[in-house]
């Protein structure tokens, strides 16, 4: 049998969904002096949702938004395009650190992501939403077990989810190493990330907000009532800053320690034929990961290619987000070989693509929130992967914050504590190391977690999934 990895021949090192001839031009380069209400730094989901908020609440207000790059040229444009509800990063993992909001955040959970909906709906962005839910697939005998939890976790939060046998799995997406499932019909929806990014990009000009693309943000600091951002051809005076950099080195230098770049990697294969298709199955576009602590996420394009990404999750010391970190040919040939051991009957189907790129993981795995400069500064990140809808939520509470509001939001415990800093080189990357070789074992050894994992469990940095 040929090495499946001869299947990434052709494939081309460059985000699928990037990819595309409808990419819209960038904008120009700020160049001299500006003044604006709200100047937002990031030109992401984070950023995006921040600015576009900010015009709806109010309209007279001038937004301006600078990005360094052009809009959602990374991880919002680069990602697997499931749009999930969780603020949490997971129910589970919700549960273990705010079990007593944990109602509150499914609520407005649910409520997050019906509004990015009526976001699409609203502006006419055309992103390929499908609102198809994802299923939970177990591929190893211990893993019946956690669904099964999960499962009545959820219940006791409201949320009914399905649960499939081996059988049931197999007449939704036939893969011999399903041996279960948990269906969530309604908190997921697939969506093309990049046309996402440039539909709210579209969003935000129709209102009003100035975007600069290849602005970079170089400094911040307080100009008598304002703040001033400093760009390579000029300046922003701001009453208000929103940052929403997030991989990216935090213009405050005190939030750095919070978040570190892991790097995801992730393939893309040709559109199947219409039988390659139906030996699939698939007829629900569900898209699906698996329950594993190295785990894959898997779904269909609108043009029936299937995208196969995650497992290994890369850190590598050294500071900033690098672009030659972006592909990672032994990653690719993992995937590769993982890709036909999953779906065998998909022999000979090729990869056009292959791509890696930057997430912000936090100590928590989910966004934490702050303020700096006597409440003039705002602060966002850490979304660790699940910031395709998280990011909205996150910019409501930026601009709760920003306004000295009091509302639902402003009034969590995830909102008003950060989480653990990540400590100093070169306890960092030993300790990252140390957990990611653990939870390979954990992996092997039928989900039991090793000492080192325990005792990350007892101080609330454990992460199962």
């Known amino acids: 049998m040929a090495d499946p990895v001869h299947a990434l021949a052709d494939a081309r090192p460059v985000p699928f969904w990037l990819d595309d001839p409808g990419r819209p031009a960038a904008l120009p380069a700020l160049v001299g002096e500006a003044h ?46 499931f749009c999930e509800a969780s603020l949490t990063h997971g129910l589970g993992n919700g549960h273990q650190r705010w079990p007593a909001e944990l109602g509150l955040l499914e609520r407005l959970a649910a409520d997050n992501l019906r509004g990015i909906e009526r976001t699409v709906e609203r502006y006419g962005i055309d992103c390929d939403w499908e609102r198809t839910g994802s299923i ?26 399905t649960l499939l046998d081996r059988a049931q799995v197999r007449a939704q997406i036939d893969s011999p190493t399903f041996l279960g499932g948990l269906w969530d019909r309604d908190g997921v929806a697939m ?45 922003v005076r701001a009453a208000k800053v929103a940052l929403a950099t997030n991989a990216f080195p935090a213009l405050l230098r005190r939030h750095r320690p919070y978040t570190v770049p892991v790097y995801d990697y992730a393939l893309m294969t040709e559109p199947l034929t219409a039988d390659q298709l139906a030996a699939v199955g698939w007829r629900g576009r569900q898209g699906w990961a698996d329950s594993a602590n190295q785990f894959h996420y898997v779904r269909l394009s609108a043009d029936d290619r299937i995208l196969f990404g995650g497992y290994d999750a890369v850190y590598r010391p ?80 930026v601009l709760d914050l920003l306004a000295g509001e009091r509302t639902e939001r402003t009034g969590l415990e995830m909102v008003r504590r950060k989480p653990l800093p990540f400590p100093p080189e070169p306890a960092r990357s030993i300790g990252i190391g140390l957990t990611k070789w653990s939870l390979a074992r954990a992996d092997a050894n039928g989900g039991r977690r090793n000492p080192w994992l325990r005792a990350l469990d007892r101080v609330g940095l454990g992460f199962d999934s």
């Open 191 to 235: 969506v093309n990330p990049a046309r996402l990014a440039w539909g709210l990009k579209r969003a935000c000009l129709e209102l009003g907000v100035r975007i600069h693309e290849h602005t970079p943000a170089t400094a911040l600091a307080e100009s008598g009532p304002a703040i001033a951002v400093r760009t390579p051809y000029g300046r």
């Open 36 to 81: 604006c209400d709200l100047l937002v730094v990031g030109g992401g989901y984070g950023g995006l949702w921040t600015a576009l908020l900010a015009k709806e609440r109010h309209p007279e207000r001038e937004v301006l938004l600078v990005e360094a790059r052009e809009v959602g040229w990374a991880a919002s444009g680069r990602n697997g395009g």
């Open 318 to 397: 050294g500071a900033g987000v690098r672009a030659e970190r972006d592909q990672r040919p032994e990653t690719f040939a993992t995937l590769a070989r993982h890709f036909a051991r999953t779906f065998p009957q998909l022999a000979g189907v090729r990869f056009s693509h292959a791509w890696g790129g930057a997430i912000d993981t936090s100590t928590r795995f989910c966004a934490f929130f702050d303020l700096a400069h006597r409440g003039r500064v705002a602060y966002a990140a850490g979304y660790t992967g699940l910031g395709v809808g998280a990011t909205r939520f996150g910019a409501q509470v």
């Open 136 to 161: 939970t697939v177990a591929t190893e005998p211990y893993q019946l077990a956690g669904l099964h939890e999960h499962q009545a976790l959820a219940a006791r939060h409201g949320s009914e989810l």
